[in-house]
């Protein structure tokens, strides 16, 4: 009997050796051991990459889910794979520690070029679980605006162009997220809630999402009024400010010629910015990326603006492989989300807080320092090592057993018809 790696091997032949396991029709992109760096390590966006095998029955399987999962994320977040049956990619599959098909990571900008920080995906395996963790850690370039605020904002850099979004959302949607970056170095982003009523008025602003562009100087604002979605936005702002270049570094292939002449390119200085700790804004977020089977226990920081120590600790845990059974996020206090945490955990509305939670339904408060992160780093080694007292998750936060269920089943097609109608969306602001 043939091995079920012999047959994949076989049907390859038959499609012709070149057939990859993404199409190129497919919004997948394909990596190799060449196009890694450019693609993933200095991507200025966040991306997630599958470590495949064709041969690999589960790959197989999550492959159309992956595949509407890079559509909805289209041009927004880059959605990526790398064939580590290839002899050629097993070297790169190998520096990340792959040992098993599929394994999906996530990689994140930290401030540093060519070195994102890495974090291994374990939710679950449907188009809207990925997409969500996904769009959760792009980079938030975005200002938010309140009516006090507003009148120095327009009269500081009055020769930058600044895109304003009016919305009835709390939370920076996906999209706005990533046209800041797309035009980061030209276009300030900022978006102002609905309920800043005088700040409606006084821009003529009737109904909400609306996009406001001031493109600088004395020239007139230009309100969109296309259909809201990625290309014809990035459309919109590029008629007026350039979109940011990013100079890349020359691939090893490429550093030498036949002359001997240095390639011609320009390696961007190393700049570090301030490293954004993925946010988890709604309880279904919660109970999808923290309580599903195997999550890795989640430390959430409660806070009115991020905080420095929690992005060192974020940054840190990747340095300290015995600290990797955590992943860390932020909840804005503002959010309904916070109000829920505090209540049911009995956490108090003093802020700001830090509480760790695990999928087998307990809790630890942090009592320390918030603002030193090796403070919070020696109650993250307590935890691990079992030496706190613990408290035990509430239904009304963990969910129902019926709903954890739900969450640890196969994608099947139902389950994958649904996801893909709520995994899209990301096109909204």
């Known amino acids: ?39 993933i390590l200095n991507f200025d966006n966040a991306a997630i990459v599958e470590f495949y095998a ?11 889910v992956y595949d509407k999962a890079a559509t909805s994320l289209k041009g927004i977040a880059k959605v990526a794979a790398i064939d580590c049956d290839n002899e050629k990619n097993k070297r790169t ?21 060519g070195k994102p920080i890495v974090e291994d995906y374990t939710g679950p395996r449907t188009v809207k679980a990925i997409t969500d963790a996904l769009a959760e850690r792009i980079p938030n ?32 949607g996906a999209l706005w997220k990533s046209l800041a970056i797309d035009f980061e170095d030209s276009i300030i ?55 940011k270049v990013v100079d890349q570094p020359a691939s090893e292939d490429s550093k030498s010629s036949k002359d001997g002449k240095k390639p011609s390119f320009v390696v961007q200085a ?32 409660i806070s009115d603006e991020p905080l420095e120590s929690v992005a060192e600790v974020y940054i840190g845990l990747l340095a300290r492989p015995s600290l990797q059974v955590f992943q860390v996020f932020r909840v804005e206090s503002k959010e309904e989300l916070a109000k829920l945490l505090q209540e049911h955990l009995g956490l108090g509305s003093e802020l700001p807080q830090l509480v760790a939670v695990n999928h087998r339904g307990w809790f630890r408060r942090f009592d320390g320092d918030i603002h030193k992160p090796l403070d919070i780093l020696e109650w993250l080694d307590a935890i691990k090592l079992g030496d706190l007292p ?5 239904k009304a936060i963990l969910g129902s057993e019926e709903d954890k269920q739900k969450k640890e089943e196969p994608p099947g097609e139902t389950e994958t018809e649904t996801a893909e109608k709520t995994g899209e969306g990301k096109d909204e602001l």
């Open 1 to 39: 009997m043939l091995l079920l790696r012999e047959l994949a091997v076989a049907a390859s032949l038959l499609v012709g050796v070149d057939a990859a396991f993404y199409s190129s029709k497919s919004a997948v992109v394909n990596l190799d051991h060449k196009n890694f760096g450019k693609e």
């Open 93 to 113: 599959c190998g520096e990340y520690g792959v040992q098993g098909f599929p394994t999906l990571k996530l990689f994140v900008p930290s401030g540093k070029t």
């Open 189 to 243: 982003f900022t978006q102002i809630r609905d309920k800043e009523k005088d700040v409606a008025e006084r821009f003529g602003i009737t109904k909400f999402p609306t996009i406001v562009l001031l493109p600088g100087g004395d020239a007139e604002g230009k309100v969109f009024e296309g259909k809201i979605e990625k290309q014809a936005l990035f459309d919109f702002f590029a008629a007026t400010k350039p979109p």
């Open 270 to 301: 190393e700049k570090l910015m301030p490293v954004d700790v993925p946010t988890i804004s709604a309880l279904p977020s919660l109970r999808s990326i923290c309580f599903a089977k195997n999550s890795k226990t989640c430390v959430l920081a």
């Open 390 to 394: 613990k408290g035990m998750i509430p």
């Open 54 to 64: 064709p041969w690999c029955g589960h790959c197989q399987n999550l492959k159309p």
């Open 141 to 172: 370039r975005v200002t938010k605006l309140t009516a006090p605020k507003l009148d120095d904002f327009l009269s500081k850099k009055n020769e930058t162009a600044k895109a304003i979004l009016f919305t009835k959302k709390g939370t920076t």
